[in-house]
């Protein structure tokens, strides 16, 4: 188990858990942020996933077709999120043991294999997606053929999954430090854009036709990402141990702050990317459908610091992400069937899909769409066990979920699923858009 092994590994994690374990036995003197800081973490790596390329592919086109109008979009499907990974965070906590090991101890054996298989298979379509965003990244910055980017991307990632032989603080703070950049470029981005007060309409529910509903499913559909669903589990199992339910509970309390602190930043920076592309693409009445047009077209509108800024957080955004996802793989794999591959030949297997389509010359944002469209096939499955443990008091003990919040999550689940489903009746032309 990927985790597992880095705790092993690394003086900086035995400090950050040593000092844990004094703040949870009220031992420490530690006050303010500092007290905080052994707990940060494993939410920063998890709120990668949404702000991934996908994300910027729908953000933009909502915000240039619709301006500020669907930002309370973008609040409803963070709020979700953060409970969501929050609940997979406390099953790790809780039971020392990720979300695919639950699901092979508790699922006959059969359905495991299936659940393994349909997981990997979403786990290879989302990394495909973060894979051809940092590909496109490096092309656009450096005006350099895709085929060079991807080469580039691997190199990176490499290097980024190898810090991991050192624990898992020094891949959190490389995650969060990618996190930082795409937070960084985006307040350059807004304030070039100079976006105006119309932007607090954008948080009055509303919808402006079929189309606009369409778009708002995407961002909605889009919030829970199956493949963090699972890693998020592994990133907390054991990775502070407790002695008793007390230290637990403060380990919890703690948790809630750092998801909430990391999934807050994710809200804000796509909220940022909707805002500069209303700003700037919106009065225009240029329609944006691709990355490669919100890249191209900014320079005359706003000015080649604004197209930088624009390519600096996309390949951070597509480079933290695709290390996340190969991370996932590996937790999968391990989970589900108790089979484990290093990861630099995982990361090697994954990047042959990202390299046949661009030696194919297939378009790198349709082939990222329809991407989406396979990992929308795998969101039940990482919600329904996930929602069905967290309420099962033989699980989780004492503390197992509360009635009002197994309802709020079966809630969320129906309406992500449902959404999720019109998606793709949609993109196959079962109903009309």
């Known amino acids: 188990m990927i985790v597992e092994a880095a705790t092993t590994h690394g003086t900086l994690d035995q400090e950050q858990n040593a000092q844990a374990l004094e703040i949870l036995k009220r031992k420490s003197t530690r006050t ?5 800081t052994p707990f940060l973490g494993p939410a920063f790596v998890a709120s990668v996933a949404y702000m991934d390329p996908g994300n910027f592919a729908t953000n933009i086109s909502g915000g240039a077709k619709y301006g500020y109008m669907l930002l309370w979009v973008i609040l409803l499907a963070s709020l979700m999120a953060m409970l969501i990974q929050n609940l997979s965070a406390k099953l790790g906590i809780v039971t020392g043991k990720n979300l695919p090991e639950v699901i092979r101890e508790r699922f006959p054996k059969k359905l495991v294999w299936f659940y393994w298989a349909q997981a990997e298979l979403v786990a290879m379509a989302t990394d495909l997606a973060e894979f051809l965003g940092a590909s496109l990244a490096f092309t656009l910055l450096f005006n350099i053929p895709l085929l060079a980017g991807a080469i580039l991307t691997g190199i990176v990632t490499f290097a980024l999954l190898g810090l991991q032989a ?30 105006h007060l119309e932007v607090l309409g954008g948080f009055v529910p509303r919808f402006a036709g079929a189309d606009s509903l369409y778009l708002a499913v995407g961002i909605i559909g889009a919030t829970v990402m199956p493949h963090v669903i699972y890693l998020h589990s592994a990133l907390t199992q054991n990775r502070i141990p407790t002695e008793n339910n007390a230290q637990t509970k403060r380990l919890l309390k703690f948790n809630n702050i750092d998801v909430t602190l990391a999934m807050s930043i994710a809200m804000l920076i796509n909220m940022s990317m909707l805002i500069a592309a209303a700003a700037t693409f919106f009065t225009t009445n240029k329609p944006i459908t691709e990355l490669t047009e919100a890249y191209k077209t900014l320079t005359p509108l706003l000015g080649g610091g604004a197209a930088i800024a624009f390519g600096i957080a996309l390949l ?6 695709s290390a996340v996802g190969t991370m996932s793989g590996q937790v999968i794999m391990q989970g589900f069937v108790g089979f484990r591959i290093p990861l630099w030949l995982r990361r090697s297997i994954t990047m042959l899909p990202a390299f046949a389509v661009i030696l194919a010359g297939l378009n790198p944002t349709n082939t990222l769409v329809l991407s989406q469209v396979v990992l929308s096939f795998g969101i039940p499955f990482a919600l329904i066990p996930l929602l069905m443990f967290t309420a099962n008091k033989d699980i989780m003990g004492d503390f197992v979920n509360h009635k009002i919040t197994t309802l709020l999550g079966w809630g969320i689940a129906s309406l992500i699923i449902g959404l999720n489903f019109y998606l793709l009746f949609v993109t196959f032309g079962l109903i009309p858009q």
Request: no cysteine.
């Open 32 to 36: 303010g942020w500092r007290r905080l």
């Open 166 to 195: 050192r624990g898992f603080r020094p891949i959190e703070i490389a995650i969060t430090a990618f996190v930082t950049v795409i937070a960084g470029a985006y307040v350059v981005q807004v304030a070039l854009s100079r976006p």
């Open 316 to 321: 951070a955004s597509g480079l933290s992400s």
